[in-house]
């Protein structure tokens, strides 16, 4: 056993060598920082009598450096944060306002739309208005004129129903046997036959029919149209206005009527309303919206006179 084996060495332990290198470096510095002082000092300075001591690589803070590149860090990653935060908030109020504007570019089309559809219904009442306005205007126009005609057609058939009572007071055999009523007697017994016949039973069948201006059939007429489409179930062409249909055939006297004798109001050549005569003091014709197709006595509207077309 050596002696020396119970004796604890106190030899230091080794530094290694980028410990070694790093206090060589610091003392190196120190040392040409005082050197070069030195040299810039004056001439007659007086020499260092002190010593002094070099810091040591234990002396650096460490746990401040330490601390600093924590901070430094923490720094950066709140920056990186904030910055993702700002970029979402960013994208929120860019997604935020294109909603906006979709939503109101919606409300704007939708607004226009119902302001177009409130326009047209106002027109379309507006129109309605109108046309019933010009309606009123034109049956009150027509109940004047066929006041006003019925008034000289009673005047004109009562002159003629004198002069016919005075020529045929002699064939009777009776000084009174021959006034007007006399010849509607006669009349309103003749029943219609052949053509005639045809014509009156096509108007009575659409009794109950509706009145439409410009209607042909089968369901709704006007005057004119039911006039026409009764002479043509028979085999005969008329026109398709009432003042053309009432300028054919040859004038007749209302005391002197037979069943399917077209009856005018107005002037023969300008007449605005005709009817077919079915016999028995009456007519079929389509007379208005109000009533539709019906069967009148000649002194319900007494017509302005009458034609024969058979």
């Known amino acids: 056993m050596s002696h020396t084996a119970h004796i604890p060495s106190h030899r230091k332990p080794r530094r290694s060598a980028s410990k070694l290198a790093l206090r060589a470096g610091v ?14 000092g004056p001439a007659n300075a007086e020499p260092v009598t002190e010593t002094i ?8 803070d460490t746990a401040g450096l330490a601390s600093a590149v924590a901070a430094s860090a923490e720094a950066s990653q709140q920056e990186a944060l904030d910055q993702s935060l700002e970029s979402q908030e960013n994208a929120a109020l860019q997604k935020a306002a294109k909603e906006a504007k979709k939503a ?42 066929r006041t006003q005609l019925r008034t000289t057609s009673t005047s004109d058939n009562s002159s003629s129903g004198s002069n016919a009572s ?5 064939s009777t055999g009776s000084s009174d046997s021959g006034s007007s009523t006399g010849s509607s007697s006669n009349t309103e017994t003749q029943a219609p036959s052949g053509t005639a016949a045809a014509i009156v039973a096509f108007a009575r069948a659409q009794i109950g029919d509706a009145y ?33 249909q009432s300028s054919r055939g040859t004038s007749v006297s209302l005391s002197n009527l ?15 309303h005709v009817a077919i005569y079915v016999g028995g003091g009456k007519y079929v014709g389509a007379q208005n919206p109000s009533t539709g197709v019906v069967e009148r006595s000649l002194d319900w509207d007494t017509p302005s006179g009458a034609v024969r077309i058979l």
Do not use: F, H
Not at 111 to 123: G, H, L, Q, S, T
Not at 166 to 170: R, V, Y
């Open 212 to 244: 439409v201006m410009g209607g042909t059939g089968p369901n709704s007429w006007d005057c004119s149209g039911l006039v026409q489409a009764a002479y043509a179930s028979a085999g005969i062409d008329l026109p398709r206005i009432s003042g053309d």
């Open 104 to 145: 109101k570019a919606e409300a704007d089309r939708k607004a226009e739309a119902e302001r177009a559809e409130k326009a047209r219904a106002e027109a379309e009442a507006k129109a309605k208005a109108e046309q019933e306005r010009l309606e009123a205007e034109a049956r009150a126009s027509r109940d004047r004129e």
């Open 258 to 272: 037979q069943p399917g004798d077209v009856l005018y109001w107005g002037s023969r050549s300008g007449s605005y």
């Open 166 to 170: 005075d020529s045929g007071s002699g």
């Open 53 to 60: 001591e070099m810091p040591t690589l234990g002396s650096l």
């Open 27 to 40: 003392a190196g510095g120190v040392l040409g920082t005082i050197a070069v002082a030195g040299a810039a």
